[in-house]
């Protein structure tokens, strides 16, 4: 025992020495993607002595010798605007490896050279120029409250708000979730969240691993002509590649995203090719042991495999094969629950199983130095099996079979495009995306249904029997041009052609930025956009006047929204942002009933089911409309800040011609998050965090106590759809932690309190078949999170 704390001992003191790192890269023109030769790469700080260097042949290059902590760098390039990258983070256990794109100057007398400055309002999408920003791994797990997901990370973001607290579906500009598009390496993606359901976009947990991801885009409103089938925002993400020098390894645990084991490195000695491969498996069950909950206290099962394989450059072009595969399941026992439990009642035993699945491989081509080809595919399958079983009476002996949901998608995506650059000032992109679904689907339930054989039970009818393929086409063809050094014009068209019913829509995209000075610049951006409907809303069951169970909704179009933005950028000091943006969002051709009635779609798309409504017409409309803030601190100086705001209204009519509040209109949203750093020694860091978030209440429908009670089931009083208002919500988020940098290994530590003053929001209010009675649904109180993260 004494010799192991001998040699424990002095591993450990060798391992805690501080040990310099690198800053590694490649430098490419934004537009072509072509590599730039000798552009001067520097760090910036406030020593006398500068560290610099520059682009090799292959536009690589290695800032080296550095020791842990932040760095800012700045990349220059004759003929090309100046690239300032602040608060890159570098750490001994891992090599900090960026990919840098630089913008060619209209003027090419020289290079055009600014003071260090943030650019995180430049998305990788040049096309983008308003209701857009960057999200990177760094920030996903900086802030507090953000489980290490990106739908939590962007909540932080104006305009945007999250509908539950357990789960991440996102609010965008008041509109429903369901309204998200998900992209990977530049295909569209089924829903990447464990126990996801058919049509919606959110769930409990993401199986979207961040310790992945390159930086990538958000979008909000307006989006450029490459985006298409969304109405409310799109996830725009990629995977970074690993490491192509050296072998690198992560071991992370965390309350939600579970147990990881991460490896990258490079394939064979070339160079150019890599790997990177991450496995988790849940670890929630820390929470079961400490009588911790988050909407239930039944113990959920996942885990997922996600990978990334860089085969690098050759005569054929860049090949990259990627792909996610994740796996989930959890049993309710109702004895078990408690009253107030999200998503099971004590009357009923049930079990939701989950397989979720997408691989790939994206093939870019250099045709030559003002134009490249790059074309993803991808096949994805998602299979979702639901049964839930109900008791008899009170006595819980006897049950019987009420809801068996069975879905299996295969889904075949194809995204190709040319990118081209005719001059400095003119550049285009066109493309086309195949969306191919293949849905083998059926669904019996005893839901709200009459007993007409009379066996003292509601009958069990199909919702849903469908064996059939949804394809849809989405050509584009968008375009940027300068028409001086303020001014940008960005255009564009997109198409959908959804061949099922042979739909078809033509859709303009058009945005205009100017600098007013070097400080700030005014963007306007304009987009018609359109979206299919979902697809257990296509293809529900309904009984015709002759009892037979038919598809209603079969011949829907899309649901359509212009979108208008009118935003001003002001950056007031190195480091500093100020946003404001306002915005008017017109959404017509919505599914509504035939009869008159206050339903409508735009209320669907934030739980794991849709309404069972048939018939519909796409004769509804709303609206959106609000101005909202963002005023940021990026890192630097040891501590960040950010304050967002968002002030609306979102509306819409029925088939009964009343304007009523839709179900995601709290009408304001604050965040105010900040943290810093403290250095203590070279070796280690202190770090804080918070998050306060205050937003208005939802609006509910209430509910018909007596004729719940008649009927056993919960009655809306549709009547009065979405008057009731909830309390306000209010949660305070609060991280403490430390990083620790040894010799070739690096540790993270944190522990993040979730809602600490335990604020009871109410959530929503249901009817409650076994005590008769209403009750008050709340979201999670408080939750501590943890992560230990160690890489080496």
């Given at each position: 025992?004494?010799?192991?704390?001998?040699?424990?001992?002095?591993?450990?003191?060798?391992?805690?020495?501080?040990?310099?790192?690198?800053?590694?890269?490649?430098?490419?023109?934004?537009?072509?993607?072509?590599?730039?030769?000798?552009?001067?790469?520097?760090?910036?700080?406030?020593?006398?002595?500068?560290?610099?260097?520059?682009?090799?042949?292959?536009?690589?290059?290695?800032?080296?010798?550095?020791?842990?902590?932040?760095?800012?760098?700045?990349?220059?390039?004759?003929?090309?605007?100046?690239?300032?990258?602040?608060?890159?983070?570098?750490?001994?256990?891992?090599?900090?490896?960026?990919?840098?794109?630089?913008?060619?100057?209209?003027?090419?007398?020289?290079?055009?050279?600014?003071?260090?400055?943030?650019?995180?309002?430049?998305?990788?999408?040049?096309?983008?120029?308003?209701?857009?920003?960057?999200?990177?791994?760094?920030?996903?797990?900086?802030?507090?409250?953000?489980?290490?997901?990106?739908?939590?990370?962007?909540?932080?973001?104006?305009?945007?708000?999250?509908?539950?607290?357990?789960?991440?579906?996102?609010?965008?500009?008041?509109?429903?979730?369901?309204?998200?598009?998900?992209?990977?390496?530049?295909?569209?993606?089924?829903?990447?969240?464990?126990?996801?359901?058919?049509?919606?976009?959110?769930?409990?947990?993401?199986?979207?691993?961040?310790?992945?991801?390159?930086?990538?885009?958000?979008?909000?409103?307006?989006?450029?002509?490459?985006?298409?089938?969304?109405?409310?925002?799109?996830?725009?993400?990629?995977?970074?590649?690993?490491?192509?020098?050296?072998?690198?390894?992560?071991?992370?645990?965390?309350?939600?995203?579970?147990?990881?084991?991460?490896?990258?490195?490079?394939?064979?000695?070339?160079?150019?090719?890599s790997y990177l491969v991450s496995y988790r498996y849940s670890f929630v069950q820390l929470a079961d042991v400490f009588g911790l909950e988050f909407g239930t206290n039944a113990t959920p099962n996942y885990q997922d495999l996600t990978f990334h394989i860089d085969l690098g450059n050759s005569k054929l072009g860049n090949f990259k094969i990627f792909g996610i595969g994740g796996l989930s399941d959890i049993n309710f026992i109702g004895q078990e629950l408690e009253d107030g439990d999200f998503f099971a009642t004590k009357d009923a035993d049930s079990r939701a199983v989950s397989q979720f699945?997408?691989?790939?491989?994206?093939?870019?081509?250099?045709?030559?130095?003002?134009?490249?080809?790059?074309?993803?595919?991808?096949?994805?399958?998602?299979?979702?099996?639901?049964?839930?079983?109900?008791?008899?009476?009170?006595?819980?002996?006897?049950?019987?079979?009420?809801?068996?949901?069975?879905?299996?998608?295969?889904?075949?995506?194809?995204?190709?495009?040319?990118?081209?650059?005719?001059?400095?000032?003119?550049?285009?992109?066109?493309?086309?995306?195949?969306?191919?679904?293949?849905?083998?689907?059926?669904?019996?339930?005893?839901?709200?249904?009459?007993?007409?054989?009379?066996?003292?039970?509601?009958?069990?009818?199909?919702?849903?029997?469908?064996?059939?393929?949804?394809?849809?086409?989405?050509?584009?063809?968008?375009?940027?041009?300068?028409?001086?050094?303020?001014?940008?014009?960005?255009?564009?068209?997109?198409?959908?052609?959804?061949?099922?019913?042979?739909?078809?829509?033509?859709?303009?995209?058009?945005?205009?930025?100017?600098?007013?000075?070097?400080?700030?610049?005014?963007?306007?951006?304009?987009?018609?956009?359109?979206?299919?409907?979902?697809?257990?809303?296509?293809?529900?069951?309904?009984?015709?006047?002759?009892?037979?169970?038919?598809?209603?909704?079969?011949?829907?179009?899309?649901?359509?929204?212009?979108?208008?933005?009118?935003?001003?950028?002001?950056?007031?000091?190195?480091?500093?942002?100020?946003?404001?943006?306002?915005?008017?969002?017109?959404?017509?051709?919505?599914?509504?009933?035939?009869?008159?009635?206050?339903?409508?779609?735009?209320?669907?798309?934030?739980?794991?089911?849709?309404?069972?409504?048939?018939?519909?017409?796409?004769?509804?409309?709303?609206?959106?409309?609000?101005?909202?803030?963002?005023?940021?601190?990026?890192?630097?100086?040891?501590?960040?800040?950010?304050?967002?705001?968002?002030?609306?209204?979102?509306?819409?009519?029925?088939?009964?011609?009343?304007?009523?509040?839709?179900?995601?209109?709290?009408?304001?949203?604050?965040?105010?998050?900040?943290?810093?750093?403290?250095?203590?020694?070279?070796?280690?860091?202190?770090?804080?965090?918070?998050?306060?978030?205050?937003?208005?209440?939802?609006?509910?429908?209430?509910?018909?106590?007596?004729?719940?009670?008649?009927?056993?089931?919960?009655?809306?009083?549709?009547?009065?759809?979405?008057?009731?208002?909830?309390?306000?919500?209010?949660?305070?988020?609060?991280?403490?932690?430390?990083?620790?940098?040894?010799?070739?290994?690096?540790?993270?530590?944190?522990?993040?309190?979730?809602?600490?003053?335990?604020?009871?929001?109410?959530?929503?209010?249901?009817?409650?078949?076994?005590?008769?009675?209403?009750?008050?649904?709340?979201?999670?109180?408080?939750?501590?999170?943890?992560?230990?993260?160690?890489?080496?």
């Amino acid at each position: 025992m004494k010799s192991f704390l001998i040699f424990f001992s002095i591993w450990f003191s060798h391992h805690l020495l501080a040990q310099n790192s690198a800053i590694k890269g490649v430098v490419k023109d934004r537009v072509t993607e072509v590599t730039l030769i000798g552009a001067s790469v520097e760090i910036l700080d406030n020593s006398s002595s500068s560290v610099g260097t520059v682009t090799d042949e292959n536009g690589k290059f290695v800032l080296e010798n550095l020791m842990p902590g932040r760095y800012a760098i700045r990349v220059s390039y004759i003929g090309y605007e100046s690239v300032s990258i602040p608060n890159i983070l570098v750490t001994s256990g891992k090599e900090t490896i960026l990919d840098v794109t630089m913008e060619e100057s209209i003027n090419k007398l020289d290079e055009v050279v600014f003071t260090a400055k943030a650019d995180k309002d430049k998305t990788l999408n040049e096309m983008a120029n308003v209701s857009a920003r960057t999200f990177s791994l760094e920030e996903v797990t900086r802030y507090s409250g953000g489980r290490n997901d990106a739908s939590r990370l962007v909540s932080n973001f104006a305009g945007v708000a999250t509908a539950n607290d357990s789960r991440n579906d996102i609010v965008v500009r008041g509109n429903s979730p369901a309204g998200i598009l998900w992209r990977l390496e530049g295909v569209p993606i089924p829903n990447p969240n464990h126990f996801s359901t058919l049509g919606t976009t959110g769930g409990p947990v993401s199986a979207l691993n961040t310790n992945l991801l390159k930086t990538s885009d958000f979008l909000t409103s307006a989006f450029p002509a490459e985006y298409g089938n969304a109405l409310s925002g799109v996830f725009d993400v990629g995977f970074r590649s690993g490491n192509k020098d050296k072998a690198e390894f992560t071991f992370q645990l965390a309350a939600f995203s579970g147990l990881e084991a991460m490896a990258e490195g490079p394939i064979g000695k070339s160079g150019d090719k890599s790997y990177l491969v991450s496995y988790r498996y849940s670890f929630v069950q820390l929470a079961d042991v400490f009588g911790l909950e988050f909407g239930t206290n039944a113990t959920p099962n996942y885990q997922d495999l996600t990978f990334h394989i860089d085969l690098g450059n050759s005569k054929l072009g860049n090949f990259k094969i990627f792909g996610i595969g994740g796996l989930s399941d959890i049993n309710f026992i109702g004895q078990e629950l408690e009253d107030g439990d999200f998503f099971a009642t004590k009357d009923a035993d049930s079990r939701a199983v989950s397989q979720f699945a997408v691989a790939g491989v994206k093939h870019t081509l250099m045709l030559n130095e003002k134009h490249y080809l790059r074309s993803t595919l991808s096949f994805s399958k998602n299979v979702n099996k639901f049964d839930e079983e109900r008791y008899t009476d009170d006595t819980y002996t006897e049950k019987y079979n009420y809801t068996d949901v069975d879905d299996d998608i295969n889904r075949i995506n194809l995204h190709t495009f040319v990118n081209s650059k005719y001059t400095p000032r003119l550049s285009s992109r066109a493309g086309v995306t195949v969306d191919s679904r293949s849905l083998v689907s059926t669904v019996f339930s005893r839901d709200n249904n009459p007993d007409l054989d009379n066996d003292g039970l509601p009958d069990l009818q199909p919702v849903r029997d469908i064996d059939g393929n949804i394809t849809t086409l989405e050509p584009y063809l968008s375009f940027k041009y300068k028409s001086g050094e303020r001014s940008t014009w960005i255009g564009g068209l997109h198409g959908q052609i959804q061949t099922f019913n042979t739909k078809a829509a033509i859709e303009p995209r058009l945005g205009y930025s100017y600098a007013l000075g070097k400080k700030s610049s005014v963007n306007v951006g304009y987009g018609l956009h359109s979206q299919v409907q979902p697809m257990p809303v296509f293809f529900l069951l309904t009984p015709d006047v002759n009892g037979n169970f038919v598809a209603g909704n079969e011949d829907l179009g899309f649901t359509k929204a212009h979108h208008f933005v009118l935003g001003w950028d002001y950056k007031p000091a190195n480091n500093w942002r100020v946003k404001l943006e306002t915005y008017y969002q017109d959404l017509f051709d919505v599914p509504v009933e035939m009869a008159p009635s206050s339903f409508s779609i735009l209320n669907a798309g934030a739980d794991f089911v849709f309404p069972f409504v048939g018939n519909l017409v796409n004769e509804g409309s709303g609206q959106n409309y609000g101005f909202e803030w963002t005023v940021e601190k990026f890192f630097s100086q040891s501590y960040y800040g950010l304050f967002t705001g968002s002030v609306f209204q979102s509306k819409y009519k029925g088939s009964d011609g009343i304007e009523r509040n839709t179900a995601f209109n709290n009408e304001y949203v604050f965040n105010l998050l900040g943290g810093k750093e403290w250095k203590t020694g070279k070796k280690i860091v202190l770090t804080t965090d918070f998050k306060c978030t205050f937003a208005g209440g939802r609006y509910i429908t209430p509910v018909n106590l007596e004729a719940s009670k008649l009927l056993g089931f919960e009655i809306l009083e549709n009547q009065k759809a979405f008057s009731e208002k909830l309390t306000p919500y209010f949660r305070l988020d609060a991280k403490i932690g430390f990083r620790m940098n040894g010799k070739k290994i690096s540790q993270q530590f944190f522990l993040d309190f979730q809602n600490v003053t335990n604020q009871q929001n109410v959530f929503s209010k249901r009817y409650n078949r076994v005590t008769n009675r209403i009750d008050t649904l709340y979201q999670i109180g408080f939750f501590p999170d943890i992560l230990y993260r160690i890489q080496f």
